[in-house]
């Protein structure tokens, strides 16, 4: 009897002492570091400052690309710089990437707001560029109905047409548009992203992706054909966003069910790796999770919902690095003593660094919305960065 005790009790241990590993696992015991440096000027809530920035992609050697309320901007050597002003019969310009080769893709807008023929995709080499850049002076592409989503190191675009009812996913190089075949004759698909090897990811459906009878699924393109990725148990949809240069790609899969309410379905976050997709790891209590961006080391971005708060329409970001998830959200408050209300974060590239903004408020309540650029501490240069086109905060002392 006194032997049935004794193993009972190193039964529980062992027990807790598995579930205490694992949790410690998920969790990191210590988040990582970073410095915050501010992208442009602060927004209020009724006016959005010519200098405010909005971050969309960050490339290899630390420039990062985004928006202004008037011209796209570059972040480069610890320096803002517009790129071009906004020209007669435009009104807005989306740089949805940047390469290693500091070649930005990018597409401008009509005053009426459509994205109709008249809008502008194209291609600007920033590297060793002093003058002024003009329209005129870009690589315009030949489709007016071609959107830009994503470019490798060697200029080859991705991204969708839109001349029919029905999104098409293609690939852009040197001046010439191929399309990427469906899953089934007649369906859509949209081209997200592409890696060095040319391997690109995307989602493709039987019909109209917002057709809620016919499925959707995530995809790989590669050497012209069409691979699907499968789905996680219990799931019915797929969405591929995102592939490294090891063939690694993340997305989504929901299961239609109804417990996210007005935010529609229930997202699953997966890895695909090794020809196998896998859920993402993820805590009890996360409604949806969504990767959006998986580096080359393996780091993955992940938005989810609800956030650790008590918040319940909040959405919240981790980083998924080396098996532990990371809440971003909460290292960018400690970093930066902020009151955070949002975080939207867009991109990080193969040194860890991340670029978005994120929305806080100021001891008398007032909100705003800052441009913001994460850097790992063991990859900053220098301790400060003073001037007004890159502001420096942290690390804080905590």
């Not at 200029?155 to 047409?161: A, D, K, N, Q, R």
């Not at 004759?185 to 990811?201: D, F, L, M, T």
Request: hydrophobic share 40%; with cysteine; aromatic share 12%.
């Amino acid at each position: 009897m006194k032997s049935r005790v004794i193993w009972g009790v190193v039964s529980l241990l062992i027990f807790f002492t598995a579930s205490a590993s694992s949790a410690g696992a998920l969790w990191a015991k210590q988040p990582p570091r970073y410095s915050v440096i501010l992208l442009g000027e602060p927004a209020n809530e009724s006016e959005w400052a010519d200098g405010h920035v909005r971050p969309t992609s960050i490339n290899n050697r630390g420039d990062v690309v985004g928006v202004t309320a008037f011209a796209p901007v570059l972040y480069r050597d610890r320096r803002l710089r517009y790129l071009w002003p906004a020209e007669e019969g435009y009104f807005t310009y989306f740089p949805p990437a940047i390469n290693d080769r500091g070649i930005i893709a990018a597409i401008a807008f009509p005053l009426d707001g459509n994205q109709s023929p008249s809008a502008i995709a194209f291609t600007y080499p920033t590297l060793g560029r002093t003058q002024p850049f003009t329209l005129a002076g870009a690589s315009i592409f030949a489709s007016r109905w071609f959107v830009p989503r994503d470019m490798s190191g060697w200029g080859t675009i991705v991204g969708e047409l839109r001349d029919t009812p029905l999104r098409t996913a293609v690939v852009y190089r040197d001046g010439e548009v191929r399309t990427l075949p469906p899953l089934s004759p007649g369906g859509e698909a949209v081209a997200n992203a592409i890696n060095s090897r040319g391997q690109i990811v995307g989602t493709s459906g039987a019909e109209n992706f917002s057709h809620p009878f016919f499925p959707t699924r995530a995809v790989i393109w590669s050497d012209g054909r069409v691979r699907d990725l499968g789905l996680l148990p219990g799931c019915v949809n797929a969405y591929g966003v995102h592939i490294n240069d090891r063939g690694e790609a993340v997305g989504s899969c929901d299961d239609a069910s109804e417990e996210a309410g007005l935010l529609g379905n229930v997202a699953h976050g997966f890895i695909w790796r090794n020809g196998v997709m896998r859920r993402v790891p993820v805590p009890a209590g996360t409604q949806s999770c969504a990767p959006v961006r998986i580096n080359n080391r393996g780091d993955v971005l992940i938005n989810y919902f609800p956030r650790r708060s008590s918040d319940l329409f909040y959405y919240g970001w981790w980083l998924y690095s080396g098996g532990v998830l990371h809440e971003v959200d909460e290292i960018v408050a400690k970093e930066t003593g902020w009151r955070l209300a949002h975080l939207e974060l867009c991109d990080i590239n193969d040194r860890g660094e991340i670029v978005g903004y994120a929305q806080y408020s100021d001891p008398a309540f007032r909100s705003f919305t800052q441009g913001i650029l994460l850097v790992p501490d063991h990859d900053r240069t220098q301790s400060r960065i003073s001037g007004s086109n890159g502001r420096f905060i942290g690390p804080r002392n905590h």
